[in-house]
């Protein structure tokens, strides 16, 4: 299901006083939509991908739903939910986007920014690394200085549990913590299980085992009290949200800090870079470096199935399905991760699907998109830069593009008297010898007109190549 804007307002029985408020809660939307102002300007086309990307992963029938939780095994492993919401606030929406779910792990990489802005970096990396661990999420395992490697492992969000207001009752400290997610997520559904919470605090062993060994290697803050860590711990793991709301903390995390839906500032920006650059080393477990190598964005995931997707300055996303891979990541996630990757540029590093258009670029209107294309590609004719149009071909480009009038970098090269890139567009890039521009001309017109005899020879010796008879 997908949503427009005007969905979204809050417009019950449409009468004027509270059509008026939907249009003051809602006017940087309504504006941007007016102007066409949006960093998803064709969102239509953007979300008709991921429809096709959400189907195909919906046969995926491999993994097994997380079961040492007993509430977590409870869940049908057919449930598979995708969400997105971007940095203006535009929304979309798919299969079991509504269904509730503990954020189980998720919830590190939404705690660790709740922490670090009321302590700051140094103090809370006084206790806490940030470095990968080479290690299972709950291994019984310290750094060489005796310290959690980072946040996102269990270890490390023990810590954080210890460093969050520990002078407050614990009630208050609970409440904090859920409060601010509620925010993160622009007031959107966050709850809360008990009945995971409890199932979590019964069958807490590792986890019990794994503090105890922190406090002997004096882990934590001088006076934590361990009992009350536990139970913010179980607590942050049990609260829940939907796919619909988690996209909006993605998203949140996405505009650096600020929710999209109330334009309330939740984070500084530093605080979401440490946030994200930790979530792009060691937010998916065990796989976070393969996950880096392949995806290339920021993510957390939990063993409900959930995971959340930072695509910076463009959008987030939750997607969730219950069934787990052996290193405890949703298997239809992941794969609906590096299905994104492989249809738009959005791993950090895709320079080349980037250049080459192989890939889509959806903050680009598709007239904006092919302008670019043309443009660079006569501006490097038009200059007789070789290098340029050989670096263009090889990386995939068409050269026999043409803009609006119909002509070509051929037509360009040959009217400026450019014989290397004439001889590279017709013998290397094969492009065709006698295009027509509206007017009727031909890269040979262009160069018998402007008087390039080298250019016209060369076209000349490809058209008798080819049996055309020459005017």
């Not at 889509?360 to 070789?386: C, H, M, T």
Request: glycine share 8%; with cysteine; charged share 20%.
């Amino acid at each position: 299901m997908q949503y427009t804007m005007f969905s979204r307002m809050k417009m019950a029985k449409y009468q004027w006083p509270d059509l008026l408020q939907s249009i003051q809660e809602n006017i940087m939307l309504i504006e941007g939509a007016l102007h066409g102002d949006f960093v998803i300007p064709e969102f239509g086309q953007f979300t008709k991908h991921l429809e096709e990307i959400y189907h195909h992963c919906k046969e995926n029938a491999e993994g097994k739903v997380a079961d040492y939780i007993p509430q977590l095994a409870k869940f049908d492993p057919n449930l598979w939910g995708v969400a997105v919401c971007s940095v203006d606030g535009q929304r979309f929406a798919i299969g079991d986007y509504k269904d509730h779910f503990c954020l189980q792990s998720v919830s590190k990489c939404l705690h660790y920014p709740i922490v670090l802005e009321d302590l700051t970096t140094k103090v809370v990396h006084k206790y806490v690394g940030h470095e990968p661990s080479g290690q299972t999420f709950n291994y019984l395992h310290l750094n060489n200085n005796d310290r959690p490697h980072n946040p996102m492992l269990n270890s490390g969000a023990l810590l954080l549990c210890a460093l969050q207001k520990p002078e407050w009752p614990l009630a208050d400290r609970c409440d904090y913590v859920q409060n601010k997610f509620k925010q993160t997520a622009g007031g959107e559904y966050v709850g809360f299980s008990n009945a995971t919470f409890l199932s979590e605090r019964e069958t807490a062993d590792r986890n019990y085992a794994l503090g105890y060994y922190m406090n002997a290697h004096k882990a934590f803050p001088p006076n934590t009290n361990l009992k009350e860590t536990f139970e913010l711990y179980f607590h942050t793991c049990s609260i829940e949200t939907n796919c619909d709301a988690g996209s909006v903390m993605a998203a949140t995390l996405a505009n650096g800090g600020i929710c999209p839906l109330t334009g309330q500032k939740v984070f500084s920006t530093r605080t979401v870079q440490h946030t994200l650059s930790l979530m792009h080393s060691c937010g998916m477990y065990d796989y976070s470096g393969q996950f880096a190598f392949h995806v290339g964005l920021p993510a957390k995931s939990g063993v409900s199935g959930a995971i959340l997707i930072v695509v910076p300055k463009v959008c987030g996303m939750m997607i969730w399905s219950p069934p787990l891979d052996p290193l405890g990541n949703s298997v239809r996630g992941m794969q609906f991760c590096k299905e994104l990757v492989k249809v738009f540029n959005f791993h950090k590093y895709d320079l080349k699907g980037a250049i080459s258009g192989r890939k889509i670029d959806p903050r680009w209107k598709r007239a904006e998109v092919q302008g670019e294309k043309v443009v660079s590609l006569f501006y490097a004719a038009s200059n007789g830069d070789v290098t340029a149009l050989r670096r263009y071909y090889l990386s995939g480009k068409d050269m026999t593009q043409q803009n609006y009038d119909g002509r070509t970098a051929l037509h360009v090269a040959a009217a400026q008297g450019h014989d290397r890139v004439v001889r590279f567009l017709l013998e290397q890039c094969n492009v065709p010898v006698d295009p027509k521009d509206r007017w009727g001309s031909t890269p040979l017109d262009e160069a018998t007109r402007f008087n390039y005899q080298s250019c016209a020879d060369l076209i000349r010796h490809h058209l008798q190549l080819q049996g055309k008879v020459i005017a």
